[in-house]
């Protein structure tokens, strides 16, 4: 029998969900379904009206094959089933009864998503690239991408990567905000520190630093001795409760099948401490960070991130990680990091909007831990407008295939696609 054109596209479509696993049965019978409201559409004289409702149903096949992955079928509404319920319903993300559920993804922001991964991928021909972006005050995941498919049913935003040098720093910082052990303008002497005999911490310039410098400086230009000394001030085991408290070393409980919990990671010595302060140890997925850094961005809650809810009664409920007045300082901090002139993430800077956020370069490493000489994954996280935030990016581009001198610092090859995608998704936010 040939395959219907749904059937091809939905072959199509799967190739880039790997978690998505369906029986030819199966295949047929979600073909029929998008056939059918294809012809539903059609007939509607204001289908545009409806087309988000379903999860982009005519602008992206994909969230609707994920929708029939995470929910029952009844649970997906049909185009006849929005188009009777009316503008109220509509308006309220075409729920049909209390038992539905709506997907959080946006087909808008979406296509920002694959476009910016597309001009990377062409500019740079990376080994991969993942990008996800959420409302942190809900958790609610609004859009999420990568460029290469994995090699098994792990899918690459809950895998757990080494050395998540862009949000364990955070922590770091947040909890030395939480213990009363971090001053804006208290000093240190910036490049190599010996933590113990032996035991050498350099800063990221090869060790030279920039001399006396006070800790907001510090944090700014990304020292890793800033972070080595914050850590010495955290008292014991502490810094490791904040990790978990903040959701590392722990399934986020995403509806992502197969996710991995991530490592935390040893902290008995002061040297172990300070890598693990400034994200050099340990390991933990994408969305652990997101979910991280969503919790500093929306006063101090640790949000479930999740791609689907239930319409009717919906309350997003979080688990106080800091205090306010803690995270406000982080923000503000985060802010300086991309706004102020030492800041080591300037690059990140967009229109109209006030960015919060962090850089992060981790040397790669093969399935044994050993480093990869010459291999890098450049990373950034940030949200927007940085004193109410509205939407959070992460961005990852795994051994980017550029100049030397590019590889050092990286943000020519992440700033750009993290400002596209936030500068366009807030100016659609605004006009929705």
Do not use: C
Not at 121 to 150: F, S
Not at 166 to 192: M, R
Request: a negative charge; aromatic letters at 8%.
């Amino acid at each position: 029998m040939t395959p219907s054109f749904e059937e091809k596209e939905l072959s199509t479509v799967l190739q880039a969900f790997p978690s998505l696993q369906m029986d030819e049965d199966k295949r047929r019978e979600i073909a029929g379904h998008i056939r059918r409201e294809r012809e539903l559409l059609e007939q509607m004289k204001k289908r545009k009206k409806y087309a988000k409702v379903i999860g982009g149903a005519v602008a992206s096949l994909a969230l609707l094959f994920i929708a029939y992955q995470w929910m029952p079928s009844e649970a997906v509404p049909s185009a006849q089933q929005m188009n009777t319920e009316g503008n109220q319903k509509a308006q309220a993300a075409g729920t049909t009864s209390q038992t539905d559920k709506v997907l959080t993804l946006d087909s808008q922001i979406q296509e920002y998503i694959e476009e910016a991964i597309h001009k990377t991928n062409k500019a740079y021909q990376p080994e991969n690239m993942t990008v996800i972006v959420t409302d942190p005050n809900n958790g609610e995941i609004l859009g999420m991408g990568n460029l290469k498919r994995p090699t098994d049913r792990v899918p690459h935003i809950v895998r757990a990567m080494s050395d998540p040098v862009v949000a364990f720093p955070i922590v770091t910082l947040a909890a030395a905000i939480e213990e009363g052990k971090y001053t804006d303008n208290e000093t240190y002497e910036s490049g190599t520190y010996e933590i113990t005999t032996g035991k050498f911490i350099k800063d990221n310039n090869n060790g030279a630093g920039w001399g006396k410098i006070s800790y907001l400086e510090g944090i700014q230009r990304s020292s890793n001795v800033a972070f080595a000394k914050l850590s010495e001030q955290i008292p014991n085991d502490s810094l490791q409760q904040y990790f978990e408290r903040f959701g590392f070393g722990a399934k986020t409980g995403t509806e992502q099948i197969n996710e991995q919990p991530g490592k935390i990671p040893n902290m008995d010595t002061p040297y172990d401490k300070a890598m693990a302060a400034y994200g050099l140890a340990g390991s933990a997925s994408p969305i652990q960070q997101v979910a991280a850094v969503g919790a500093i961005a929306n006063g101090g809650e640790l949000m479930k991130p999740h791609v689907t809810r239930e319409e009717t009664n919906h309350i997003d409920k979080g688990r106080r990680v800091i205090s306010v007045e803690t995270a406000k300082q982080v923000r503000e901090i985060l802010e300086s990091v991309v706004k102020t002139a030492p800041g080591s993430s300037r690059d990140f800077s967009i229109k109209e909007h006030t960015v919060a956020g962090r850089t992060g370069i981790a040397e790669k490493r093969d399935p044994q831990g050993n480093i990869i000489d010459g291999k890098y994954t450049y990373s950034f996280i940030g949200f927007a407008p940085s004193d109410d935030p509205k939407l959070l990016v992460y961005i990852a581009v795994d051994n980017p295939n550029t100049d030397i001198w590019v590889r050092l610092w990286g943000k020519e090859i992440v700033a750009p696609p993290f400002q596209e995608i936030m500068e366009n998704s807030l100016q659609y936010l605004q006009k929705r």
